[in-house]
């Protein structure tokens, strides 16, 4: 759907959309067992949500392809994820609070080790702990560059965040990471002429790094990746009309909600906490975009009585933020992380959309097959979900005469 028209279509309304998000929902039976995590677990809240709601499975980004979790929510934020492309850097320079002004380049860095003729030995640099990565971070940050300002932050583990400041910075430069190790880091290569003084200064950062890095073990050597410019998008509260809020307890999700101009809302990593700021700000915003996050993480570990028992908690909280009365409720999730592969999977995701202008259909449980019968079909595009969520807000007005 094409902002723009939408924009002109949306009209205000006291209504209240609650998108919950569980993170890498769809999952796949194994070889004992011919149920889906999500078809397993009993969830009898779901299932009624289902029973009075439409229901479906969306496709996060194309058919066949397995996304990010960046993407997979852009593209649930109705951002067609192809056409809105962000780096790594912009994501967790938003996640970690950094104040990125226009024209900042972010990148995302990794520590590495590397042997005596310079060639990568260990990319993540044995996964060293974040305090280590502080420790080292605060060694870079007085590196003073010739034709830019600098700044350096810890992420997690291994990971930091590198921020460049000055006249025209672009972030179109590949990654150094090359990808293996036994191989030399790649030299910051700009992909287009406008980006050439950009890839001069990530040299003159990187060379420096590694003056300062020397002597160090197992982290020798910086590796930068996911160059980017925070992108000039459409906001998503002007485009749906919305004052949006996001409950998510994870940087990443908090970066892409940020991105997108949602409020980010203070809060703590369990369900219970999210549930408790989602109650305090309840009054205050028309669209609240709730993540969880944990149910991912069981399904890459494979875990799949885990990923069962993680959706099961979920469906008993379900009434306590039900008694919010929501005018709409989606649930779904970014994309499929189904334990027995144990990774992101390309697998449709299943949906359900509640309100009480929704046509019903006759799926009558919350899973992966009973989803396939339902009215939203067996494989829509995830954009079309905002959409959606506002027609049954009763927030879109008729398109033409
Ligand atoms: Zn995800």
């Not at 590949?174 to 200064?201: C, F, H, I, S, Y």
């Not at 203070?266 to 219970?272: A, I």
């Amino acid at each position: 759907m094409d902002f723009d028209i939408l924009k002109n279509l949306v009209k205000p309304s006291d209504t209240k959309i609650l998108l919950l998000v569980m993170d890498g929902l769809g999952g796949l039976p194994t070889d004992a067992q011919d149920f889906t995590e999500l078809e397993y677990a009993k969830t009898p809240n779901l299932d009624k949500l289902a029973k009075e709601g439409i229901c479906g499975l969306h496709d996060p980004v194309a058919p066949g392809i397995t996304p990010g979790s960046g993407p997979a929510h852009l593209s649930i934020f109705g951002y067609d994820p192809l056409r809105y492309q962000v780096g790594r850097g912009v994501l967790s320079a938003l996640g970690i609070n950094f104040d990125l002004k226009d024209g900042d380049v972010a990148s995302r860095g990794n520590f590495c080790t590397v042997d005596s003729e310079g060639k990568v030995t260990d990319r993540r640099a044995g996964r060293i702990p974040t305090e280590k990565c502080a420790e080292l971070c605060d060694k870079l940050k007085d590196i003073k560059l010739s034709d830019a300002e600098f700044f350096i932050q810890p992420v997690k583990e291994y990971r930091f965040l590198t921020v460049f400041r000055g006249e025209g910075l672009f972030g179109e430069l590949a990654d150094t990471d090359p990808q293996k190790t036994g191989r030399l880091p790649l030299p910051p290569r700009a992909l287009k002429p406008d980006a050439e003084k950009t890839a001069k200064v990530v040299a003159e950062f990187i060379e420096k790094a590694k003056e300062k890095l020397k002597g160090e073990s197992p982290a020798n050597m910086v590796l930068m990746r996911g160059f980017s410019r925070r992108p000039d998008w459409p906001l998503f509260p002007e485009v749906f009309g919305l004052k949006a809020a996001a409950v998510a307890a994870y940087p990443m999700y908090k970066g892409v909600a940020k991105l997108v101009g949602m409020e980010v809302l203070g809060t703590g990593e369990s369900l219970d906490d999210e549930i408790a700021t989602l109650k305090k700000h309840w009054n205050d915003y028309d669209f609240f975009y709730f993540h969880v996050k944990k149910i991912d993480s069981a399904g890459e570990d494979g875990n799949y009585d885990l990923k069962v028992k993680l959706i099961e908690e979920l469906d008993e909280k379900l009434p306590e933020i039900l008694k919010l009365n929501p005018d709409v409720v989606v649930v779904t999730g970014d994309h499929s992380t189904p334990a027995y592969i144990s990774n992101h999977g390309w697998h449709p995701v299943p949906t359900l959309v509640w309100s009480k202008y929704c046509r019903r259909d006759r799926v009558a449980e919350f899973g992966e097959r009973a989803c396939m019968n339902g009215g939203l079909g067996p494989m829509f595009p995830a954009t079309n979900i905002m959409p959606i969520a506002l027609a049954n807000g009763l927030r879109i007005d008729k398109f033409g005469a």
